[in-house]
């Protein structure tokens, strides 16, 4: 088993998971594995690294896939005995005028965005090493939304006691009611991308929570973040910062010293803390 720290950043053949993936590998001291579904599209991207005199190691990954994440949770405890720093960074998003109906546009956005990120977290979680730092890329469209739920709706996604069953209850019912057509009528905004990330944003104050709970000792730290507007496939040429910039923030969290305390359960956007 190896002593060398472990890096993984999930979805990281393109974008902003690439980004992260070639700043940690100038800034974190051991090794980082680039993720993607299609292995010939994440080999590729690490040789556009490797020409830029980096040192990215490739695993397969597929956050929709219960089997690879497994493998890769296997992978790590033989090689590394754990993990020191999780990115989870893979997602999807429709585009706007994409005229896939809306309902089909909920279930496949949350089945990756939300379910696919709680699956990577419940198996890579225990994996965790002291001092480890997890980072859930969420999005600013995650506040928004949550502007955009009922009263109800909003009480319920800021309690600091929900539960990770209850927030699946609930995120399952977004999905039911786009099915339904009553999603509006039931309070959700009517954004599959902006559900999914109170989701992620969520899910985060939940597991750090937990982690509060469960691995005080442990000095873990957890926290969601927006990337900020990124020229990438799914936000488009107009955006504001380019992917290195849009690595700024998952990063900075990523390499949060062993003497930091904080922030932790919180949503970070341009390396400040968010109200939520």
């Not at 040789?47 to 956050?63: S, T």
């Not at 599959?192 to 730290?221: C, F, M, P, W």
Request: hydrophobic share 40%.
């Amino acid at each position: 088993m190896s002593n060398v720290p472990v890096a993984v950043v999930t979805g990281s053949n393109k974008g902003i998971g690439l980004a992260i993936v070639r700043a940690l590998c100038k800034q974190f001291p051991g090794d980082v594995y680039l993720t993607s579904r299609d292995p010939g599209r994440g080999q590729a991207a690490v040789a556009q690294l490797q020409q830029e005199g980096l040192r990215p190691l490739f695993h397969q990954l597929d956050i929709d896939d219960l089997q690879s994440i497994r493998a890769l949770r296997d992978f790590l405890k033989e090689k590394y005995g754990g993990l020191n720093v999780l990115v989870n960074n893979a997602g999807i998003a429709f585009k706007v005028h994409d005229t896939t109906p809306f309902a089909v546009q909920a279930e496949v956005t949350l089945k990756t965005n939300f379910f696919g990120t709680r699956n990577v977290c419940i198996e890579l979680l225990p994996l965790m090493k002291p001092y480890g730092r997890v980072v859930n890329v969420s999005s600013m469209v995650s506040s928004s939304a949550l502007g955009g739920c009922s009263q109800e709706l909003q009480q319920k996604f800021r309690s600091d006691t929900i539960t990770e069953e209850e927030l699946v209850q609930l995120m399952t019912k977004f999905v039911e009611d786009t099915k339904k057509s009553v999603h509006e009528k039931e309070g959700w905004p009517n954004t599959a991308y902006g559900v999914s990330k109170i989701g992620v944003t969520v899910l985060s104050r939940i597991q750090a929570r937990l982690l509060n709970e469960e691995r005080k000792g442990d000095h873990i730290l957890l926290n969601a973040c927006c990337p900020g507007w990124v020229r990438t496939d799914m936000a488009g040429p107009k955006a504001t910062k380019s992917p290195d910039e849009g690595a700024e923030t998952p990063v900075y969290l990523a390499l949060l010293p062993s003497s930091a305390d904080a922030p932790h359960g919180q949503f970070v956007s341009n390396k400040t803390v968010r109200p939520w």
